[in-house]
């Protein structure tokens, strides 16, 4: 299994440093009591109007998580019933969650309650949230047990819970409370935000998308909710889409800091930099680290003039140090990078930065450095090509897999790794840590390295994918390297994507074929399938999704892509149908495998099974894939049901249009047409 990438990992998460905490706050609903149902007030008097009243605050805390309705309502109830010991604790939750303990505690003090009887959960509850932000969390935990074991039905005692633990021992200990606060409320937003958003920190991204989808249909333009959606689009690297639902939160919430903040690094992720410091110009009074944020998307941009501005104005620390280094390298400036990064040694990022440095500078890398992680490894490697060493070199890199994004040495051997001069390895050290730290001005650094040595396959393959990040030219480099080292299995990897991104079939199929002659990538075999389909290349394609079965003999998606092209290229319906139907057992309801299993009923003439499988499938792509929508329109004609057909063809029609369906599509439409 891969080691995580250090560097590239603390630089794209010190952005993201003001840490998530599932939401306690709730929903704002700005309507709130404003159009609500008036209580008959000459029936009932004051006190038992007050009790009523700060009930329902009660239930929609519960039921929503919804504390809105508190800060004025709350307030008002306690000065007209100084007893009522609902409305007291209720204010009191609310001013633990805004992290005014003072004023919380003030609220539960004896002289303040006086003859007021205090609900128990909700006591416990306020009483777990106070710890909860006085840092005591034994205590907070203990409250908040209590909560639950007195009331184990109330949504949000198991939420609070589930907070506690969460900052004690993290997402993954939280989910069992997050995922039954949300199944007690099904109808709360902000518990199956506060699910998705933990099963998201746990890594469990589908499923967060599923929790955040249905809290989207429950309040879509909940603040907790697009923020969370916001961060899962964070962790999927889809920082556009991101940026989308912070945007859709300021524009309810214009204050809101976490917005503001996730709204300017999801743009300075997405290399957005005009936008971004926009974005920071306008929310500077609510992002508080907004001075650091502007160096990053200066240094990110290769934007000297600015970050060296911007570091002025940041206070010393960290950070400071971090950027003032990686702009000493930007600049070519070795010297200066080492005596930045010296200072912030005792840090991953400015330790691996004084090695560059003092690589580029004629120094060794040090001792073990090979066993701190990938990136590390990458540095180590180089410090043995400065010394000449390509054996001891080639171990390490072996020990860099996912420096950068798909790097791994397949197919590299020590001969291609003798040819690197030393010199030129001392001169790669500063700009692969910009590269590294995701600093401007790598690529066209490593660019010229690379044409300076055009038989160096390392340095050719580093530019490449520097200039492919930024959506600089690459494919120029990516051949030269597959000319100097045409084994090297990721260079043929990355000139496949280019071909396949640019719909060159052919180029893709042969740099595909060319990387799983050396190394059996599921992807890169799905991929290496698909083209031979569409080239009519088919023993090479069945050659591929055997070769993608034979690596992962369970995996649901080989046994139903070797399935379907049995089933339609190769008429074998039969090992087809065992196939389908073993992947059906893997991933059961999954669309594609019903709609494999359907085309198969009908290519045997069982239209009754054909119909009920394609139904189905259709039903669970939920309108996701006009083409499984096609092949029951297909059924439909078979058995004779015209009108059907015809009813389930119109809508599809227009979907399809301009695309490569559209020609199947019309020819259904003439099959149809009285």
Not at 535 to 545: F, V
Not at 613 to 638: K, Q, S
Request: aromatic share 6%.
């Amino acid at each position: 299994m891969p080691r995580r990438a250090a560097l590239r990992f603390v630089i794209s998460t010190f952005l993201l440093s003001s840490a998530w905490q599932p939401a306690t706050a709730g929903i704002v609903d700005p309507l709130m009591w404003k159009n609500a149902q008036p209580f008959d007030g000459a029936t009932q008097g004051p006190a038992f109007q007050t009790r009523l009243n700060s009930d329902i605050l009660a239930e929609r805390l519960r039921s929503r998580a919804d504390l809105g309705g508190i800060e004025a309502r709350a307030t008002e109830l306690l000065q007209l019933n100084p007893a009522d010991g609902m409305a007291r604790v209720l204010l009191a939750i609310l001013r633990a969650v805004q992290s005014d303990v003072e004023a919380a505690r003030a609220l539960l003090e004896p002289d303040a309650v006086g003859d007021a009887r205090l609900p128990e959960v909700e006591l416990s509850i306020a009483r777990a949230l106070i710890a909860r932000e006085e840092g005591t969390l034994e205590r907070a935990l203990m409250a908040a047990r209590r909560a639950v074991a007195l009331d184990g039905s109330h949504p949000y005692a198991h939420n609070v819970l589930a907070t506690v633990v969460y900052r004690r021992d993290g997402p993954a200990a939280a989910l069992t409370h997050m995922e039954r606060a949300a199944e007690l409320a099904p109808d709360g937003a902000t518990y199956w935000a506060n699910f998705g958003a933990t099963l998201a920190e746990a890594g469990f991204l589908d499923r967060a998308q599923s929790a955040l989808t249905r809290a989207v249909q429950i309040n879509p333009v909940a603040c907790d909710v697009l923020l969370g959606l916001g961060r899962l689009d964070m962790l999927r690297v889809q920082p556009a889409d991101a940026a989308q639902s912070f945007s859709k939160c300021l524009a309810v919430q214009p204050d809101n800091a976490d917005a503001a903040r996730g709204l300017a690094v999801a743009l300075i992720e997405a290399r957005d930099f005009e936008n971004a410091r926009a974005v920071l110009d306008r929310y500077a009074g609510v992002i508080p680290d907004a001075a650091m944020l502007r160096v990053e998307a200066a240094l990110r941009a290769g934007n000297a003039d600015a970050a060296q501005a911007g570091i002025l104005k940041m206070e010393e620390g960290t950070s400071r140090y971090l950027a003032l280094g990686r702009l000493a390298l930007m600049q070519s400036d070795a010297e200066a990078a080492l005596s930045a990064f010296e200072k912030i040694a005792e840090t991953p990022a400015g330790r691996l930065g004084a090695v560059a440095a003092t690589l580029a500078l004629g120094g060794d890398a040090p001792e073990g450095l090979v066993e701190e992680g990938a990136e590390q490894a990458l540095f180590a490697a180089y410090g043995h090509l400065a010394n000449g060493a390509p054996e001891q070199a080639l171990a390490a890199l072996n020990m860099a897999s996912y420096a950068v994004p798909g790097f791994a040495i397949d197919g590299l051997s020590e001969a291609d790794l003798a040819t690197i001069a030393p010199e030129t390895a001392r001169a790669m050290a500063g700009p692969l840590f910009l590269r590294l730290s995701l600093t401007g001005g790598a690529a066209p650094q490593l660019r010229q390295i690379a044409e300076a040595n055009p038989d160096d396959v390392l340095a050719t393959f580093f530019a490449a994918e520097a200039a492919a990040r930024v959506g600089a030219p690459s494919i120029d480099l990516l051949d030269s390297a597959a000319r100097i080292a045409p084994h090297f299995v990721v260079v043929q990897v990355m000139r496949g994507n280019h071909f396949f991104a640019q719909r060159e079939a052919r180029g893709a199929f042969e740099a595909y074929g060319a990387a799983a002659k050396i190394r059996k990538d599921p992807d890169v075999l799905v991929r290496l399938g698909l083209l031979g389909e569409t080239l009519g290349e088919d023993a090479a394609a069945e050659a591929a999704y055997r070769a993608f079965l034979t690596v992962q003999p369970d995996s649901y998606i080989a046994l139903n892509q070797l399935a379907w092209f049995l089933a339609v290229r190769a008429d074998d319906l039969s090992e087809a149908k065992e196939l389908a139907q073993k992947a059906l057992a893997f991933q059961p309801g999954n669309a594609a495998i019903l709609d494999t299993l359907g085309w198969i009923a009908l290519r045997e003439g069982d239209v009754d099974l054909a119909l009920k499988r394609l139904e189905a499938a259709a039903t669970a792509a939920d309108g996701g894939a006009p083409e499984i929508e096609l092949n029951l329109v297909e059924a439909l004609i078979v058995a004779g049901q015209m009108d059907r057909a015809r009813a389930q063809l119109a809508p599809i029609v227009m979907r399809v249009k301009d695309t490569p369906l559209q020609q199947r599509a019309d020819a259904l439409t003439s099959r149809v047409t009285p």
